[in-house]
């Protein structure tokens, strides 16, 4: 694994390799000098991978103003491997490109979307707060261009797509697995299945019914009480999509850009529409909202379910109230 | 005719002054829109006739306050720049004595000769138009509000707290360091800069509109913090405030 990284890093595979490193105490994803900073099992990363399609901050549009204005598109995009992305955020970059095909497909993304090469790695140490196994997210068929499983002594890779395979062939040394190295790899995503400390009490299916009947529950308010509304879950969600768009003028004021940032429902003004009005003005509506939209409106909208159970919401939530599970459980058994 | 834009400084230290003039690579750029006709720390002409008046310090003394009047008087727009100014900031923690014992411990056997109010923000005082908290007062964020105003716009200063800006910068939460941080309540636009070098949100642009403050001094508790100690925290910027008595 270490030769195939570095060879991919020696030999410009792509303009960026990116992958998994340590930061501080946790996990990032980010450039890799050699790939001695490749961590693989790891639980869980500060950010989804989404910033490299979706970056924090964006330049959609050029402009100038004056007699005769004009506008000059941004789309900026660099060939990408990114190295060491767990099933869970596969399946949301999976959702992603959902919401960013469909009705309007959005440039900006498909093309860093397109250039972007992605090895995967079965999580065999799940975060305290994850509950993929409840979500059928722990592992994926799908959404890869490899797919690794340490089994210990060596990883077993699983082929996604033809690019993949052409990877593969070009940087690495590869044999065909043996029969017992695949029930190795078997028994690793059976373990990893045991390692998950919070579960559903429900199957992923029965979540948008049971929303549908719950919009009146008194737990929402409960459960929102102690909510800063400080956007630290919708921040690091894999699956939340939504930015602000907003203009940066040049000083001489006849010109400037327009750029996208991350925004999110969480957040006292995101449904603050230009007269004053908050169409989710408190923060039981905006704790409401935000459970809806992961267990019913995207699942509604692009048949695929808004959480894919990462635990990173719950990880960075210090009221200790953003886990969709325990909400979902709550809804359950009142 | 470029708009005449002025500075006044009260009671502070004057680094937001400092902090505009530091920027060197615009600086000169504003100088091409504006026409700047009072500003103590650059130059020494003066004159009366501006129309936007960016505020630095608090307000403390009686004097202050028929200063601030005549100059809300005369300004169009009225923009508080730092967190002196916008938020009464490190000089209210001398609200917490009495007066004449602040005196006496500044002044000693003077302080007879002078008079001192408890510290206030301008907005205390007058109608202030933007408030653009931070110490020093951010440069990038006063050309920001400066551009807007040259606009005609309404310049965009973010209600979300410091944490929105940290998860962008994909800092370790200062919590999950077994340390403690105003940034949950605290109004972002800093860029999350004190966790990013490393420390904790100070609070030093102030809170946002809506803080949940229960729930951070309950968090705080639960991080170890004393009522006293949580108090403590918010007096170093928010002692103007409900929150911090």
């Known amino acids: 694994m270490i030769n195939f990284v570095d060879t991919l890093i020696e030999k410009k595979a792509a303009e960026e390799i990116v992958g998994v490193k340590a930061s501080d105490s946790k996990y990032i994803f980010g450039k890799l000098a050699n790939a001695g900073e490749l961590c693989l099992n790891y639980d869980v990363t500060l950010l989804p991978p989404k910033k490299y399609f979706l970056p924090q901050r964006e330049t959609v549009f050029k402009f100038k103003l004056g007699d005769k204005p004009s506008l000059e598109p941004v789309a900026e995009a660099k060939s990408t491997i990114l190295i060491g992305v767990h099933p869970y955020d596969i399946k949301a970059i999976e959702l992603c490109d959902a919401v960013f095909t469909t009705i309007n497909p959005d440039p900006n993304y498909l093309l860093k979307r397109d250039k972007a090469t992605i090895i995967g790695t079965d999580c065999l140490s799940p975060n305290p707060k994850a509950f993929c196994a409840s979500l059928d997210t722990a592992t994926t068929e799908s959404g890869f261009d490899l797919m690794l499983t340490d089994i210990g002594d060596s990883y077993v890779v699983a082929i996604g797509t033809a690019k993949g395979d052409k990877l593969l062939k070009k940087y690495a040394k590869t044999r065909e697995a043996t029969q017992s190295e695949l029930a190795g790899r078997d028994g690793q995503r059976k373990k990893a299945l045991g390692e998950y400390k919070v579960s559903l009490n429900m199957s992923p299916e029965e979540i948008p019914g049971l929303l549908e009947v719950s919009w009146g529950s008194p737990v929402f308010k409960e459960k929102s009480e102690p909510c800063l509304s400080c956007g630290s879950c919708v921040m690091v969600c894999p699956t939340c999509v939504c930015f602000d768009v907003q203009d940066d003028v040049a000083f001489t004021l006849d010109k400037g850009e327009r750029y996208r940032q991350w925004d999110g429902c969480m957040l006292v003004d995101f449904a603050k529409v230009a007269t004053g009005e908050n169409f989710r003005d408190d923060k039981e509506k905006r704790f409401r909202h935000r459970m809806y939209r992961k267990g019913k409106y995207l699942q509604e909208r692009y048949g695929k379910l808004g959480c894919v159970g990462c635990g990173r919401c719950a990880l960075a939530c210090l009221a200790q109230i953003a886990s969709p599970a325990e909400t979902f459980n709550l809804l359950k058994a009142s | ?245």
């Open chain 2, 1 to 245: 005719m470029k708009p005449k834009i002025a500075f006044f400084d009260f009671t502070g230290c004057e680094g937001c002054q400092l902090e505009v003039l530091n920027f060197e690579t615009e600086i000169l750029d504003l100088l091409n829109q504006v026409d700047i006709v009072n500003f103590r720390e650059a130059m020494t002409e003066r004159e009366d006739n501006y129309e936007i008046a960016f505020i630095d310090g608090a307000i403390s003394t009686e004097s202050d306050v028929a200063r601030i009047k005549a100059i809300r008087d005369q300004a169009k727009v009225l923009v508080a720049i730092g967190s002196c100014s916008s938020l009464g900031g490190v000089n209210c923690l001398k609200n917490f004595y009495s007066m004449d014992e602040v005196l006496k411990i500044v002044y000693g056997k003077d302080a007879e000769y002078y008079n001192t109010i408890p510290a206030r923000p301008v907005s205390a005082v007058v109608p202030v138009d933007y408030s653009i908290a931070q110490c020093p007062v951010n440069r990038y964020e006063f050309i920001k509000v400066t551009k807007a105003l040259l606009l005609g716009k309404k310049p965009e200063i973010p209600n979300y707290p410091v944490c929105v800006e940290c998860k962008l910068a994909e800092n370790v939460c200062v919590f999950d360091k077994g340390q403690t941080c105003l940034g949950p309540v605290t109004r972002a636009g800093c860029g999350a800069i004190c966790i990013t070098q490393g420390r904790h949100c100070w609070g030093c642009r102030g809170l946002v509109d809506e803080p949940n403050t229960d729930s951070e001094k309950e968090i705080l508790k639960e991080h170890g913090l004393t009522v006293e100690d949580i108090l403590k925290k918010f007096r170093i910027y928010d002692g103007w405030l409900e929150v911090a008595k």
